[in-house]
Nanobody, 127 residues
Framework: QVHLEEYGGGAVQSGGSLRLSCAAS?????????MGWFRQTPGKEREAVAT???????SYADSVKGRFTISQDNAKNTVYLQMNSLKPEDTAMYYC????????????????????WGQGTQVTVSS
């Protein structure tokens, strides 16, 4: 089992920045899983934002390329999402996810749901 907990959500004005953190605990081995960030707004499907593999390979949704950066600290079993130049349309509940078999490409393109999910952290961007 893998337990994921997100930190760092909040409210920010358009153009501002936030950094989300996701700490993994439980039966973890960073060599074996891919992690990612997803977001969801009421009435819409959850969408993948950014993913990262154990080897550091990353994938991003087109809507966040050049603004968001996913990174990881394997020693701390933590994944980060640095969000810059935030826009009101980035407002959503952000979820951390992990899976032992999906690649970053598969996870970002929805080719299989991640097995493990965090509870989510709210990000609100005002104009």
């Amino acid at each position: 089992q893998v337990h994921l907990e997100e930190y760092g959500g909040g409210a920010v004005q358009s153009g501002g920045s936030l950094r989300l953190s996701c700490a993994a605990s439980g039966s973890t081995d960073s060599r074996y899983y891919c992690m990612g960030w997803f977001r969801q707004t009421p009435g819409k499907e959850r969408e993948a934002v950014a993913t990262i593999g154990f080897d550091g390979d990353t994938s991003y949704a087109d809507s966040v390329k050049g603004r968001f950066t996913i990174s990881q600290d394997n020693a701390k079993n933590t994944v980060y999402l640095q969000m810059n130049s935030l826009k009101p349309e980035d407002t959503a509940m952000y979820y951390c996810a992990a899976d032992f078999y999906l690649t970053p490409f598969q996870m970002i393109h929805g080719l299989g749901p991640p097995k493990y999910w965090g509870q989510g952290t709210q990000v609100t961007v005002s104009s």
